[in-house]
């Protein structure tokens, strides 16, 4: 089928949304009918949020991904540059390295967007989005409560393989190239997309950490043309947080790290983060123009 492939790239983008909506409508329906077969239980235990969750990427953001792409006369394995693994294992290691690089400098900006606090005239809008969190917070301190093996693995493959194929399917692989497309400039599509990536979370005292995740997973892409390799590093990411809260969550060092206050020397680290990030990006920028066509694939 290919019913978009003479559609405009605005049209694409507001079918990809349309499809996000009916997929997100869809994973609700099917939840509730499989949590009545459990008395309504399911999503309070573990496993019932990771089922959920997973069912959720499928249907909201793979599915929508997949369809768009197919509908507009295109292959998935070309379009999101995956059928060339030997050269994202090449760019990998270096991307790997890019990622610890820049965890100083997101662990600054988090630590500034949960100083957010909004003016007196905003704050029904500030109980909204702290409701929001609290919510979002519960829900994630319920999924990582597992303390056998199976809940460590079943984490790792719900949090960590579901959610970075399927996001990095929907936002780097299909929505990103059509922003580049509408706006011919990579950097604005790669900011547009990390911007989307993080309001659609809907956790507004983690938003700007996920901006710069999703400008770092953009980058990737844009200088590789391989989907791989954000999808790894979009794992590792994910694995990082399961594993320490699963290993370390009542580790008094680990805690202490994951609050850190805001001091000149964390400044400072976190500036020196930023700028060894650039320059790793430089070279994996260059590493990958030597590898890769460098037009982008729409």
């Given at each position: 089928m290919k019913a978009f492939e003479t559609s405009s790239t605005q049209s694409k983008i507001i079918y990809?949304?349309?499809?996000?909506?009916?997929?997100?409508?869809?994973?609700?329906?099917?939840?509730?009918?499989?949590?009545?077969?459990y008395d309504n239980q399911l999503m309070l235990s573990p496993w019932g949020i990771r089922v959920?969750?997973?069912?959720?990427?499928?249907?909201?953001?793979?599915?929508?991904?997949?369809?768009?792409?197919?509908?507009?006369?295109k292959k998935p394995i070309?379009?999101?540059?995956?059928?060339?693994?030997?050269?994202?294992?090449?760019?990998?290691?270096l991307a790997v390295v890019i990622l610890f690089a820049s965890m100083p400098f997101i662990s600054l900006i988090t630590?500034?967007?949960?100083?957010?606090?909004?003016?007196?005239?905003?704050?029904?809008?500030?109980?909204w989005m702290q409701n929001l969190e609290r919510n979002a917070q519960e829900t994630t301190n319920l999924?990582?409560?597992?303390?056998?093996?199976?809940?460590?693995?079943?984490?790792?493959?719900?949090?960590?393989?579901?959610?970075?194929?399927?996001?990095?399917?929907?936002?780097?692989?299909?929505?990103?190239?059509?922003?580049?497309?509408?706006?011919?400039?990579?950097?604005?599509?790669?900011?547009?997309?990390?911007?989307?990536?993080?309001?659609?979370?809907?956790q507004f005292y983690g938003f700007l950490p996920r901006v710069i995740l999703g400008v770092l997973l953009g980058y990737l892409f844009v200088y590789s043309n391989n989907l791989w390799i954000p999808i790894l590093i979009h794992f590792l990411n994910n694995a990082l947080v399961v594993t320490f809260n699963f290993f370390f969550k009542e580790n008094a060092t680990y805690q202490y790290i994951e609050n850190l206050p805001i001091?000149?020397?964390?400044?400072?680290?976190g500036l020196i983060s930023l700028g060894l990030s650039v320059y790793l990006f430089?070279?994996?920028?260059?590493?990958?123009?030597?590898k890769v066509d460098k037009r982008i694939i729409y």
């Open positions: 990809l949304f349309i499809f996000c909506l009916a997929g997100l409508f869809l994973a609700g329906s099917l939840v509730a009918i499989i949590n009545g077969f959920s969750s997973g069912i959720q990427m499928v249907l909201m953001f793979f599915m929508p991904a997949v369809t768009l792409i197919v509908w507009s006369g070309s379009y999101l540059g995956l059928q060339n693994v030997k050269r994202a294992i090449d760019l990998s290691l630590q500034l967007n949960q100083q957010l606090i909004l003016p007196e005239r905003l704050s029904g809008l500030e109980t999924l990582l409560s597992g303390t056998s093996i199976w809940d460590y693995l079943g984490n790792l493959l719900f949090v960590g393989v579901f959610a970075a194929v399927a996001e990095e399917f929907f936002f780097r692989g299909v929505m990103q190239q059509l922003l580049v497309k509408l706006f011919k400039n990579k950097h604005v599509g790669v900011w547009m997309a990390a911007f989307i990536f993080s309001l659609m979370h809907l001091t000149y020397d964390f400044i400072i680290v430089r070279l994996y920028q260059t590493k990958a123009y030597n």
